[in-house]
């Protein structure tokens, strides 16, 4: 496991929000300058999400190598010195994104974090949004499509993701976390380069993310599976129960199914057909 890093930071101390899920922090309406990192150069911010230019993906590629050998805690310590406050995070409540909010609640709750919330999620899935806003005093935001599941299935003549899941997950999630980012320089996600192949595998600590226009950081990337388990329970982080019933892997409930054993850790998604992921963390 990852223990070392060349940007190791002061914690940072602050007191919990107990906001309402009325009251969680908005994006602020001006970029502010970043805080600059405790120990070597910072992290280069974009000015607005343009393409940007070789120098820049340069820099980031420097930080993400030298993030390689870091924990989780110390690479979201980084990415809060460097990027708040337009850091944000997008968040399923799946074994991963739990460990990342209980890092958050240590060195920085008042990031603003949101789910993507299709309307067909499960509903131990909601239920574990309350039981994380209890331990930690972090309410994440839901962030809905405009129309709700009874009016866009009526718009399509039946459950789109029986026909077509790409369109679904676009309209419902892709969609969704495009705006949801407007404003802020960089999102933190939970995926693990020991989850599959393709984007996956290959993922970068820190990099650009072209599909959404802002710098991407994966602290989890260098973790796996066992990893996160062992801090979900060495530090009895609340998951999803669903999780004890064999499902490994969690989305919207008509296109996920627990696995067998043997399985490939999300083998339960979209299972029946050759898709994997849902759009979030792909290139194309």
């Known amino acids: ?10 914690k940072t101390t602050m007191t919990a929000s107990t906001s309402s899920p009325s ?23 974009p000015a607005a999400p343009q393409p940007p230019t070789p120098e820049f993906l340069a820099e980031l590629a420097e930080h993400s190598q030298k993030l390689e050998t870091a924990s989780p805690r110390d690479i979201i310590a980084w990415a809060v010195e460097n990027y708040a406050p337009k850091l944000t995070m997008a968040t399923a409540f799946g074994p991963e994104g739990c460990v990342i909010l209980h890092y958050l609640a240590e060195i920085d709750p008042s990031t603003y974090v949101f789910n993507l919330d299709t309307g067909y999620q499960f509903k131990e899935t909601l239920e574990l949004r309350d039981r994380i806003a209890e331990r930690y005093g972090i309410t994440v935001d839901f962030k809905r499509p405009e129309t709700t599941v009874e009016q866009y299935e009526a718009l399509h003549g039946g459950p789109l993701y029986k026909t077509n899941s790409d369109q679904c997950c676009f309209d419902r999630k892709v969609k969704i976390l495009r705006e949801a980012v407007v404003g802020w320089n ?23 993310d072209k599909k959404f226009s802002l710098v991407k950081i994966s602290p989890l990337a260098n973790w796996t599976k066992k990893d996160v388990w062992k801090l979900i329970t ?25 696995v067998m054993f043997g399985e490939d850790e999300r083998a339960g998604r979209w299972s029946g057909s050759a898709k994997k992921e849902c759009g979030l963390h792909t290139l194309d």
């Open 186 to 208: 960089a999102w933190m996600s939970g995926i693990r380069r020991d989850q599959g192949t393709g984007e996956r595998a290959g993922i970068p600590i820190v990099g650009w």
């Open 23 to 45: 009251e969680v922090r908005e994006a602020p309406a001006q970029v502010q300058p970043p805080v600059a990192a405790a120990q070597g150069p910072k992290a280069p911010q």
């Open 1 to 10: 496991m990852p223990v070392a890093t060349p940007f190791r930071v002061k």
């Open 234 to 258: 060495d530090e009895n982080i609340p998951y999803n129960p669903l999780h004890d019933q064999g499902y490994t892997s969690i989305g919207c409930f008509p296109c996920t199914r627990a």
